[in-house]
Each structure stands twice: as structure tokens, then as C-alpha cells.
């Protein structure tokens, strides 16, 4: 083996450099972490988490970001001189990426109460809010909340709806499920697969006036008002310019001009029917897979590397150079893979205090994960020559390595290849994961399109042919490729 640790370690070199390349390339000096003086926001950017749906606060319209609460932040920029850079992240995720410092500020139909103040600034309210319960349209058997006894709700994770709907659960009898999208909780409901949703009654009385298969039979719960939060002591400018502008739009009336835009028609935004459908959703449906293709693409290359280094690594005679790859496939391989996009996500910037991108983050947990899988193909491939063509090779007067080289590697890759297909397939699949943390790829893209228009079976079916066409299409080229190179 002593021969071959020239190749590793070259490996290990050109993986890492390719790794803090791509970091910087991809995560510049983040808005997030440049110290910000109170002197003001003139020419600054700032990056601003949000919901994924929380229609008419913010949705998605032709693939676009748009919502009462978008229009505000980004009207209040352009009049406060400031830039914005919008993160679609999901209620919850966008309030963990608050507070890892991952985005600067939060304008997600976010309520202002006394616990979050705790850990937040907010902004003077905006919108009078507050919660109420939505049954499906067709259900007759459910008049208030006595009717919910052994029963399933669903609310968002770490709203106030859910909050209010378990202050209540133990009184009357019912069980609340947390769903992490307004868009899957309106659908288990319809579906049947809990009773009831708690949600912000703003936001269910836009979505029945959309048709979207709710009624609402209770009282609404008057709750807190929405406020634009940042952390607690942090970005105190900002906040001050958001008061300043939010100010200035109620005193000219441009407030009200937007909340009328959004409020008046809110059919408007539905589709009349599947072709419709199909080509209002194409494009930001194309631009979805563009992620997905890409995000694949550079991630099966970082796992390769990865995982032919690993795999090498795991053949070696040295107890120690085994025992670090045996470490990576487990670790790897025994852990969830939405468990390291969190991670990365989430977890590595309040470890470090460093941000990372959602590409880097994207690319580490799919190539990582799948980088160890890999290493167990390499490694059985290798190991499934037939010694003898090693000890043939070297009796033939070649080195190990060069035997290794000339010999055992070819033959090994081409038992190898249709593996690592399966892989690069499972790899695509997998990068829908990454949806959670608000990556832009292509069920992403799906799950916002259903959440502003309520169509979901058909979205999901558009999205689902676009992956089997994808990969049927990847399959293809990968079986061409394999036949060219491996004859
Ligand atoms: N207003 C609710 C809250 O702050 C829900 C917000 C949302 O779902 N985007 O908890």
C-alpha cells in the first residue's frame, strides 16, 4: 500500500482545495455577519427570511416572490435606501435562521408576542392577526370545538396556532399535529387525516375565498399582531428603518393601497384549469430543476472524490487510514441525510459562527452521504478482482501500484459503474430533501406553487413526471457513457 499513498493524499488535497474553493466561491462575506453600525442602512443589503406560503403575506406568483409582506419589506428598502435578498425558508426554519444569525431579519405574518420579545426585536405591528380553526368545507359533523374530542388538528411547527391549538387540546380531548407548510396542513385536513387546522384567520379567510376547500365554523381568537423581527440587540438600523419606512407608508396611504391589492381579489391567483396550470408553473418549475441538476451534479462529483479516496483508504494495510474511512462510511451511512442539511444549515453557523450558503450546505450533505456509499463500491469493487490477476500483474514484474493501476482498477470501475449510476439516481432523488431547509429545487418549487393555488394533485404530478423524465433521461446517458468507456 505504501506506494498508493501518493494517490490519496493527492486526492485528499484536490478534495479539500475543491471544497474551500467552492465555499468561497458560493458563500461570500455574508450581509448576515458584517457588522452592522447603528449610523443607518443606506447601500447596505440585508438578507430576510420568510415563510414558503402564508397567502396573501407571501407566495409565490409565475415562479415569483410575492405578498403583502414582501411588497412591504421590499417597498420600505427602496424608500429607506437599504437592499434586501429574500430567503423563502418556511416559518419555523426561517425563525431557527434568525436566530443562528443565517438571515438577518424575519417578515413571515409573524405574531409578536411576549415570549418571542424574549429572543427578538420587533418591528410596530403591521397587521392585526390572530388564530382561528378551519374544517373541511364538506364536514358537517364538527360545530365547535367540543366536537374535536379524540380527534386529529394540525398547526404549523412553532406558530401560534399551534400554540393556542395545545392550550386547548387537553380541555377538549384532541391531538395537535405540527406540519411544517399552511399548503400540507389544508390538505390533510381535506384528505381527512386530521379534523381540523389552526392557522392565522387572515390567512384561511384568503385561502376559502380562493375556494380551497376549508370553512371556518368557530370564533377567530384575537392573537398579536405581525411584526418584522430581527435578534434581539442585533440589527438595531434596520429595525429602526423599517419603523421609519412602515411609517411613512401609512402616512401616504401606500399601506393601505397594498393591503387593498392583495385583499380585493383574491381568485385571482387560481388557475382555471390544468393547462393553465402547466404553463403559469413551467418556468419556475424549469428553474427548479436547474437546481436539482445542478446541486446533483457538483455533489456527485465531491462524492466521488470522496468516496473513491474512502474506498481506497478502507483496502489499505494501515490499521489507522482503515479505521478513519471505516469511521466516515459509518458515520455517514448511519446517520439521516436531512439530519446533515440541518446541520450545515442550522447547526454549523452557531458552532462557528461562520454562515454557510444553502448551496454549500446543499452540496456537503449530498456528497457527503453519498460519498460513503460510494466508498463501500469502490471497495467491493476492488476487492471482487480475482487476486490472482493482482499476483499475475506483479509476477509479470509490474509494482502494486502500477498493477493496481493497469489492472485492477479497470477491471474493477466497469463492475463498479452500474453502482454508481444507482447512486448518482438515488442522489437526484434524494436532493428533494433539501427542500426542507428552503434549497429552491424542483419539488421545492412544486410545494410552492400548490401552497398559493391549492392544486395540489396536479402539481404534484407535474413535478413527478419532470423527475421521471429527468432521470429517465440521466439513466440513458449514463448507460451510453458506460458502454463507451467501459468495453
Ligand atoms: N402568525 C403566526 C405566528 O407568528 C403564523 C405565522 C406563519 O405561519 N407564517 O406564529
Known sequence: MSKMTGGPRGWLKVVTAALFGFMLLLGP???AFAQQSDSGVAGKKFVIGTDTTFAPFEFRKNGELTGIDM???????KSEGFEVEIRSLGFNAALQALTSNQVDGVIAGMSITDERKKVYDFSEPYFESGIQMAIAKGNTDIKGYEDLRGKTVVAKTGSEGET????????YGFTVKSLDQSATMYESVKAGSAVAVFDDYPVLAYGVAQNNGLKTVTEKVPGGSYGFAVNKGKNTALLGAFNDGLAKMKANGEYDKLLNTYL??????VPSNFWDLLVKSFPALMKGLGNTLLVTGISFVVAMALGLLAGFMKISSNIVVRGIATTFVNIFRGTPLLLWAFMFYFGLPQLTGVEISIWVAGVLTLSLNSGAYIAEIVRGGIQSVDPGQLEASRSLGLGYGK?????VV??????MTPSLIN???IMLKDSSLLLAIGFGELLYQGQQIYAAN????????????IYFVAIMALTKLANYADRKFNK
Do not use: C, H, N, W
Open 164 to 171: 393556542y391549538a395545545k392550550s386547548i387540546a387537553e380541555q
Open 403 to 407: 498493477s493496481m493501476q493497469k489492472v
Open 29 to 31: 462575506v455574508s450581509p
Open 410 to 415: 479497470p477491471q474493477a470501475f466497469k463492475m
Open 423 to 425: 447512486q448518482l439516481i
Open 71 to 77: 411588497d412591504l419589506i421590499r417597498a420600505i428598502a
Open 454 to 465: 391549492f392544486r395540489v394533485t396536479e402539481t404534484l404530478i407535474i413535478v413527478g413526471l
Open 264 to 269: 380585493a381579489d383574491p381568485t385571482a391567483e
